[in-house]
Structures are given as structure tokens and as C-alpha cells.
């Protein structure tokens, strides 16, 4: 199986992990349940395996550019984005905070990963965007 189906493959599931955080956040923002339901527990479980698909698919696309000779400096802005992608995701899904902070955070986590998605697609940090 070659390179581009598994580059393909992790694109796609970066889709799915956005519209399924967006679809989960918009529920939990916009519905308030106070229980979990049958449903929201299958696409919490859902988005834990699209998220475990997509984290297996670019680990395994980060060996392949790692064997090459190319520049790996964006892999590093990449990373960064996704950790506080889920750390700002978290706070966005936690009742406990009032709900405009809980919004401020959704719509940063979206924020972040459009910063991830332009990462991968420049190739480039972050700091060399605008250079």
C-alpha cells in the first residue's frame, strides 16, 4: 500500500475527528444534557477510535518522511497545535466552566486545528508563514 492512500487516509480521518468534535461541542454547548446519552456515548467512542486512527496513520506517515532527507521543522508546530488542541477541547466539553468561556474554548480548539491542517499543507512552522 502505497504512501499517498495512507496520507489520504489520515486526511480524511482529520475531517472526521473536526466534524465530529464540532457536531459532539455543538451539542454539549448549544443542548446542555445533563446525563450522557446512548448516542453521545457512541460518538464519544466513535471519536475515540477516529482519534486513534489518525494518531496510528501519522506516526506511521512520520516514519516515512523521517526515512527521507526532507525537513521535519513543521512536524514540530504540528505537534504543539495538537496538544493544545486537546487540552483546549477538554475545557470546551467541562460544564463545571460558565458556558462563554466553554465557547471561547471550542472555538479555539477549531482555530487550532485549522492552524494544524495549514501546517501540514505549507510543510512549514508556523513562524516561517509569514516570512
Given at each position: 500500500?502505497?504512501?499517498?492512500?495512507?496520507?489520504?487516509?489520515?486526511?480524511?480521518?482529520?475531517?472526521?475527528?473536526?466534524?465530529?468534535?464540532?457536531?459532539?461541542?455543538?451539542?454539549?454547548?448549544?443542548?446542555?444534557?445533563?446525563?450522557?446519552?446512548?448516542?453521545?456515548?457512541?460518538?464519544?467512542?466513535?471519536?475515540?477510535?477516529?482519534?486513534?486512527?489518525?494518531?496510528?496513520?501519522?506516526?506511521y506517515?512520520?516514519?516515512?518522511?523521517?526515512?527521507?532527507?526532507?525537513?521535519?521543522?513543521?512536524?514540530?508546530?504540528k505537534?504543539?497545535?495538537?496538544?493544545?488542541?486537546?487540552?483546549?477541547?477538554?475545557?470546551?466539553?467541562?460544564?463545571?466552566?460558565?458556558?462563554?468561556?466553554?465557547?471561547?474554548?471550542?472555538?479555539?480548539?477549531?482555530?487550532?486545528?485549522?492552524?494544524?491542517?495549514?501546517?501540514?499543507?505549507?510543510?512549514?512552522?508556523?513562524?516561517?508563514?509569514?516570512?
Amino acid at each position: 500500500m502505497g504512501y499517498l492512500m495512507f496520507k489520504h487516509a489520515h486526511m480524511a480521518m482529520a475531517f472526521a475527528t473536526l466534524a465530529l468534535f464540532v457536531g459532539r461541542g455543538l451539542h454539549r454547548l448549544v443542548m446542555e444534557p445533563q446525563t450522557v446519552g446512548p448516542v453521545q456515548k457512541s460518538f464519544n467512542y466513535m471519536s475515540y477510535g477516529v482519534d486513534i486512527l489518525l494518531l496510528v496513520l501519522g506516526l506511521y506517515l512520520l516514519t516515512v518522511w523521517a526515512a527521507t532527507d526532507a525537513p521535519l521543522m513543521w512536524v514540530g508546530t504540528k505537534l504543539i497545535f495538537l496538544v493544545l488542541y486537546i487540552a483546549v477541547g477538554v475545557f470546551a466539553f467541562r460544564p463545571v466552566l460558565p458556558k462563554p468561556y466553554r465557547w471561547l474554548c471550542f472555538s479555539l480548539a477549531v482555530l487550532l486545528w485549522v492552524l494544524m491542517y495549514k501546517t501540514a499543507k505549507l510543510k512549514v512552522p508556523f513562524w516561517q508563514w509569514f516570512g
